[in-house]
Structures are given as C-alpha cells and as structure tokens.
C-alpha cells in the first residue's frame, strides 16, 4: 500500500519485539516492516538460524533499516527478556498451563497501559515451523492466542507480528482505565535469578521427585511466581527467605551497626583511662 509521507516523523515506541530461533530472513525483514509500519522499533532475535546481519532480511524489509540496524541478537530467551518486566507469549494452540490467555485487543490494551507506567514490555513469536516451546512460554507472563480458522491456525512469523503491531497501535486513540501500580515490576533477569536460587536449593535438598518429573515441576513453580508480578524488593526479600533456609550467614544491616561518631562500650572505656591522671 502507498502513501508513505517522508517529511513525518517516525514513531518508535511501544513493546519489544522478540523472535525466538527465526528460520528465514524474508520473515525477519517482513517482521521489521510491520513493525515500522505501526510505529514499533525494537526488535530482538534469539539464535537466529542463518546468523546475523542478513541481507536478505532488510531486502524484504522494505526500507525499515532503522529496525534493521537496531536489532539485537541474543543467545538465549532468558538474555533477552532479562531487562523487560511483562511479557506476552503467541501461541495458536491451547496449553496445559496456569498463564491467562488473550486475544490480541486485550493484550495490546493491557500493555498499552504497562509501558504508559514505565514498565519494559515485549511480545514473544515462536518458531516458523512450530511455534514456542512450552518452557519457553513459561517464562512469560500470559498468553495471547489469535481467533482463527481451528482448521488452519498456523499464522506466518510476520503475519503475526503485523497483527499485533496493528493492534498495538490501534489502542493508541483508545480510552484506557488509569490505575497506578503499586510498584514495578521485577525485571525478568531478577526474576530468573530467583527461579535460579531456589530451584538449586530444591535440587541439594533433593525435591524433585520423580526425576523425570523434575521438568513439569519447575513449571509449575515458575508459573506460580509468575502470576505474582513480584517486585524487585518483593524478589529481594524471596531470595533473603531462600539463603536463610540454605543456612547462610546474612550480614548485619547498616542501620543497626552503631554510629561511627558513637564509640561502642569498649572504646568508650578506653578513651576514659586515657584521660585518667597518671599516678
């Protein structure tokens, strides 16, 4: 579609895009192009298959090089999302998991509202061929589920992406209920390093049991804190809980250690004697 008017001023705003393990550069360039055409800027991939830079992804992406130019590669889902602080997950199937389910309209509004707090959001897409891993989803905080054709619900990496830009900017005009958060929410990297503490806890104390049911376990705890949207001080004071139980020694708090200006009982006496006559 024409229309582009040059002279405008891009917007760049909005959710992080995340695509996990893309397979194509056609795909990545179309993303990027849906992306700028509703005013989305970041875009991150996660172990792209055919590397990065690619060529073929800003040829399809059809002049949107300042996305192009501004992505980032990562490792891994965790290093990518370790700095946002709620995130979504597309998926077109049903899981077996404790996260709500959206559709794009909700989703949008909702993180319409987040980042107008000043938190960090993302929108995480699977794979071309199959989508997101179950422990991939997991690590998000809900779940956003387009309504299509059950007979053929596979949606295109880009197509989805479209969508969701879309729909993001779509809520820009919209009447969105104000209410203040009572504080933000951790960052996710904060949040893995919970999940890291306590599951290492749980592994010396041997709570996984079964073994083989170690996996489904981990979920579940994981979905649990989720659905908290727990604070960094919130986190902070989880993982005080968890070295306390692991037998760690914490150190005294600043605030109960005496005044240096304040000399302690012993000093005290010290400085008497000193003052004392000398027989």
Not at 56 to 69: E, F, L
Not at 167 to 194: V, Y
Not at 213 to 228: C, D, P, S, Y
Request: hydrophobic share 40%; glycine share 6%.
């Amino acid at each position: 579609m024409a229309g582009t008017d040059r002279r405008q001023k891009l917007i760049m705003d909005g959710p992080v895009i995340i695509l996990v393990n893309p397979q194509l550069g056609e795909n990545i360039g179309a993303s990027a192009r849906a992306m700028a055409n509703f005013g989305l800027a970041e875009l991150r991939l996660v172990d792209p298959r055919d590397g990065w830079p690619n060529e073929v992804a800003r040829a399809n992406a059809a002049k949107a090089d300042h996305i192009i130019d501004g992505v980032q590669v990562f490792d891994t889902l965790e290093e990518a999302l370790a700095d946002l602080n709620f995130v979504y997950a597309t998926t077109a199937r049903q899981r077996e998991m404790l996260k709500p389910v959206r559709d794009p309209a909700t989703a949008c509004a909702t993180l319409r509202q987040r980042h107008g707090h000043g938190e960090r959001v993302g929108i995480l897409f699977g794979r071309e061929r199959w989508g997101l891993e179950s422990v991939e989803v997991a690590l998000a905080d809900e779940i956003v589920t387009f309504p299509v054709n059950p007979a053929f619900a596979s949606l295109n990496i880009s197509q989805a992406v479209l969508l969701m830009s879309y729909e993001w900017m779509r809520t820009g005009d919209a009447e969105l209920p104000i209410s203040e958060p009572p504080s933000l929410p951790a960052r996710k990297e904060d949040l893995f390093g919970l999940f890291d503490h306590l599951e290492g806890v749980l592994d010396r104390e041997n709570y996984f049991r079964p073994p083989h049911k170690r996996a489904t376990m981990v979920e579940n705890l994981r979905n649990i804190f989720q659905k908290a949207e727990l604070s960094q001080q919130e986190i902070h004071a989880l993982r005080g809980v968890v070295a306390t139980l692991e037998g760690r020694k914490t150190r005294p708090r600043k605030d109960r250690q005496p005044p240096k200006n304040d000399p302690t009982p012993k000093a005290a006496k010290a400085a008497k004697a000193a003052k004392a006559p000398k027989s």
